[in-house]
């Protein structure tokens, strides 16, 4: 089974998003960051992640990429692992399969039924195993992960762990948990949303407007607790049980600390960024990069980036 970089990384992964109409131009960014030495593109789920994986294996030649993450509910086990092993084998080993149960809303839109999430995702990972007679050889499986419990049971069956918008702070914790026997071969990353600006204010504008929807969500709001934050998630609970709908962003994004925003979040000038960078690959975890920009969308954005680290 191909394996991924060893920690330190020298620079980080770059989340990248096939959006209508710039897919293709999307693909050459994705060419420029294999060119560049970046160490993998992570591909979430807003679009056709697998699409879009497909035709990385196609454009690309080098570089590792992975969804972060497939939502298990939105396709049968079979067909997902049929289409992830067709996708390892075309990418010559290069592509990882992350999943996990999304989230509730995110769920109950698709009038899935659902059972509890460690369950469904052990369940989910044993089908494709299962399969794998039929499908032929599977890539690495990475599981979303927050909270201790998905984490545990992310060693257990699968061959990485994905964080999204985890703490820096607490993320030592969790990696301590690793079992002696995977600690050279088992992928942790974490999806960190990055701002590259000397206006600290702005960057953090962005990225309280990022985090707005996170903050709505419980499984988030507990994995903050545990890190720490108990006074900013109560806050937050207050605002979310007292505040009409039609001022809620904007209060939520008021409540937000800068303790708490900075310790989730990337921003600042080119050195600033790649010091952070660098903390969260000490920590034993590949930063990925969800690049906003306070001057222009996604190109802009992963293009101040390439300049960082040029």
């Known amino acids: 089974?191909?394996?991924?970089?060893?920690?330190?990384?020298?620079?980080?992964?770059?989340?990248?998003?096939?959006?209508?109409?710039?897919?293709?131009?999307?693909?050459?960014?994705?060419?420029?960051?294999e060119q560049l030495g970046f160490e993998g593109l992570a591909c979430p789920s807003l679009g056709g992640t697998m699409a879009l994986c497909t035709s990385l294996a196609h454009a690309t030649n080098t570089i590792h990429f992975w969804t972060s993450i497939q939502p298990m509910y939105y396709s049968h086990p079979v067909e997902t692992a049929n289409t992830?092993?067709?996708?390892?084998?075309?990418?010559?080993?290069?592509?990882?399969?992350?999943?996990?149960?999304?989230?509730?809303?995110?769920?109950?839109?698709?009038?899935?039924?659902?059972?509890?999430?460690?369950?469904?995702?052990?369940?989910?990972?044993?089908?494709?195993?299962?399969?794998?007679?039929?499908?032929g050889e599977l890539p690495p499986i990475y599981l979303a992960t927050l909270r201790?419990?998905?984490?545990?049971?992310?060693?257990?069956?699968?061959?990485?762990?994905?964080?999204?918008?985890?703490s820096l702070r607490d993320i030592g914790r969790q990696v301590a948990k690793l079992p002696t026997d995977k600690?050279?071969?088992?992928?942790?990353?974490?999806?960190?949303?990055?701002?590259?600006?000397?206006?600290?204010?702005?960057?953090?504008a962005l990225h309280r407007k990022?985090?707005?929807?996170?903050?709505?969500l419980p499984n988030y709001r507990n994995y903050w607790r545990n890190a720490g934050y108990i006074d900013e998630m109560d806050a937050i609970e207050h605002v979310l049980t007292t505040t009409p709908k039609e001022s809620m962003a904007q209060t939520l994004q008021a409540t937000m600390s800068d303790t708490w925003l900075r310790d989730c979040t990337i921003s600042g000038s080119a050195s600033q960024v790649r010091e952070q960078f660098a903390a969260w690959a000490n920590a034993g975890v590949l930063p990925i990069a969800v690049m906003s920009s306070t001057s222009g969308g996604q190109a802009k954005a992963i293009s101040e980036l390439f300049e960082v680290f040029a």
Do not use: C
């Open 84 to 135: 992830a092993a067709h996708i390892h084998e075309i990418s010559g080993g290069r592509f990882g399969l992350g999943i996990g149960v999304s989230h509730g809303p995110v769920v109950q839109r698709l009038g899935v039924e659902t059972g509890k999430p460690l369950s469904d995702i052990a369940n989910y990972v044993a089908t494709m195993r299962a399969n794998e007679k039929f499908s």
């Open 1 to 33: 089974m191909t394996q991924f970089p060893s920690n330190p990384y020298s620079k980080p992964a770059i989340s990248i998003v096939a959006s209508p109409t710039k897919r293709n131009a999307i693909l050459e960014l994705a060419l420029k960051a």
């Open 183 to 204: 600690q050279s071969t088992f992928f942790m990353s974490n999806m960190v949303p990055t701002v590259i600006s000397d206006d600290i204010d702005a960057a953090l």
């Open 210 to 216: 990022t985090l707005t929807g996170y903050v709505s």
């Open 148 to 166: 201790d419990k998905m984490l545990a049971l992310s060693h257990q069956i699968s061959e990485g762990a994905i964080w999204a918008n985890a």
